[in-house]
């Protein structure tokens, strides 16, 4: 399922209803009278009480003979030929709106053929037409018909030989895409060979770096000098009250 088809039903289903909705307003409010084709009139009662169509293509098939035969169609459902012809022209009103948006969207997009398909389903001289029972609908929708056919076919030629001028050009940059990654490839296959491959170890890469202090920019107070108390009476033996020790290599907190 496409995307957004549903939105293409929707405008089908719209398009259709304010058609039909347009034309029974006008039917039951501003038709004044039915002027249906005399000769068509004829032709249509001779077909009445035969059991084929036999009558009616008497004369050869052809658009004429073509209308008449819808035409005593719908008068079996209805029964009158001036009633039927309404309907009948409404018919191929509504089915010439949707050949219109369909055609258009072919071309363009759904959002244009909505807008042009709203215009041929109001369009008042359009509509004005259903009070003459003649073939001149069913001539604008066999029209209709055909350039929407004719359309589609140039559409879809045209789709066919792009696509077959792009494929040489689509087969080049697939072919570059997949040389540039085979050449990805190789050259990451071979890096990991080499990663593989056996080296010396040295004793000083599996030591941890060491710290490299820098000097500190910011003043700091002197560094603090060592000082040494001394006698100014070096005592002897024979007049030496105090035990002394020798505190040589001695910290003054190893003070016994």
């Known amino acids: ?7 293409s039903g929707l405008f089908l289903l719209i398009l259709s209803g304010i058609a039909i909705f347009a034309r029974i307003y006008y039917i039951n409010n501003l038709m004044v009278e039915i002027n249906i084709n005399e000769e068509v009139y004829l032709a249509a009662k001779v077909s009445v009480g035969s059991t084929s169509f036999s009558t009616i ?7 004429k003979s073509l209308y008449i035969s819808n035409l005593y169609l719908m008068f079996l459902i209805f029964g009158n030929f001036t009633v039927a012809g309404v309907y009948l022209n409404i018919l ?4 010439t709106v949707i050949l219109v948006y369909s055609m258009v969207k072919i071309v363009t997009n759904k ?4 807008s042009i398909g709203l215009i041929a389903a109001v369009l008042p001289g359009y509509i004005h037409h259903l009070s003459k029972v003649n073939i001149v609908d069913m001539e604008i929708f066999l029209s209709a018909l055909i350039l929407n056919f004719i ?3 140039i559409h879809f030629i045209y ?5 077959k001028k792009l494929s040489p050009v689509m087969a080049e940059e697939n072919k570059t895409d997949d040389k540039q990654t085979s050449i990805t490839r190789t050259e990451v296959d071979t890096g990991v060979l080499m990663d593989r491959s056996m080296r010396e170890i040295h004793y000083d890469d599996l030591e941890d770096k060491k710290v490299q202090y820098i000097e500190n920019p910011l003043p700091v107070p002197k560094r603090r000098e060592h000082k040494e108390m001394d006698f100014a009476l070096e005592p002897t033996d024979s007049n030496d009250d105090y035990d002394l020790k020798d505190m040589t290599n001695k ?3 190893d003070i016994e």
Not at 1 to 7: N, P, T
Not at 111 to 114: D, G, K, L, M
């Open 151 to 153: 359309v589609f076919l």
């Open 92 to 95: 191929y009103q509504v089915a």
């Open 159 to 163: 789709s066919k030989f792009s696509v």
């Open 57 to 63: 293509f008497s004369d050869g098939f052809h658009i």
């Open 111 to 114: 959002y244009i053929s909505f």
């Open 1 to 7: 399922m496409k995307k957004y088809s549903w939105l």
């Open 251 to 253: 910290d003054f907190y």
